[in-house]
């Protein structure tokens, strides 16, 4: 799939740098409790939207948006900050599961506050409304544990999802990278560790009822690390961007299970 940087960009889309990075949830079994790796204080940068006396025409970019986003009542996505910064910038009518600091280990202990829904814990959700698809993003905030214990959580909540929305397509999604910057500066948040840890991941994906995305090729630079260009903290992209992602979401989702 050629870039997407530049293509997909709304009129009047509102920068902003994304919020605080995630917090880190703890188990009894924490062997090494993550803590957060973005300052507290962020500035945010905001591009007023053109004033026009003109009547509102639809760009082809609007038109192939629509059309990408169209049916998507019934796809539902579960993730942690980033997955947020989706929830509010992508512009994707979806359903959000999603809370800053959300992990594998916390995922299901309080209920997150659904938009349009309610506020509900993971498992109540799943239990009452039917989905078509699942997009689970997860994984960054746990990069301090144990990563077998990790993966083995990580294995159960996908079980769990199975278990509960059979009739889903789920889609694993990797954890973006972070800059290099970031991740020589870490002690755990590193991208090797993100790699390890998507590589193994993928593995659960059969290609049947479970998918395996990664759009890190996306928004790598040479080194393959998120370029600098595309976030403002070295974790999070900026706001322009999460539209663009979302809409990668849904056409390569559509590709795999062949929409």
């Not at 957060?36 to 639809?58: D, F, I, L």
């Not at 009739?167 to 999604?173: E, G, P, R, S, T």
């Not at 049947?208 to 690390?225: C, K, Q, R």
Request: glycine content about 6%; charged content about 20%.
């Amino acid at each position: 799939m050629k870039k997407i940087i530049k293509n997909l960009v709304s009129v009047g889309l509102v920068l902003a740098l994304t919020s605080a990075f995630v917090g880190c949830g703890k188990t009894e079994q924490e062997t090494q409790p993550p803590v957060s790796s973005v300052p507290s204080e962020q500035t945010q940068v905001t591009t007023a939207p053109e004033q026009t006396t003109q009547a509102a025409q639809t760009t082809p970019t609007e038109t192939a948006a629509q059309e990408q986003t169209a049916g998507t009542d019934d796809v539902l996505f579960i993730g942690d900050s980033r997955t947020m910064g989706l929830m509010e910038y992508s512009g994707l009518d979806v359903d959000f599961y999603a809370s800053v600091g959300m992990s594998v280990y916390n995922i299901d202990e309080d209920p997150v506050s659904v938009p349009n829904v309610g506020k509900m814990t993971l498992t109540q959700l799943l239990s009452n409304k039917s989905y078509g698809k699942i997009f689970l993003m997860i994984g960054i905030n746990e990069l301090g544990y144990d990563l077998d214990q990790t993966i083995s959580v990580y294995s159960d909540l996908v079980d769990s999802i199975r278990k509960l929305q059979p009739d889903a397509k789920l889609f694993i999604q990797a954890n973006l990278h972070v800059t290099q910057e970031k991740s020589d500066s870490h002690p755990y948040i590193t991208n090797s560790a993100i790699n390890t840890f998507n590589s193994r991941i993928s593995k659960l994906a059969d290609g049947e009822n479970i998918f395996y995305l990664d759009v890190n090729p996306e928004y790598d630079d040479a080194n393959g690390a998120l370029a600098e260009n595309y976030t403002s903290d070295g974790v999070h992209l900026y706001a322009k961007y999460y539209e663009q992602w979302g809409l990668w979401i849904l056409t390569e989702s559509a590709r795999l299970i062949k929409e």
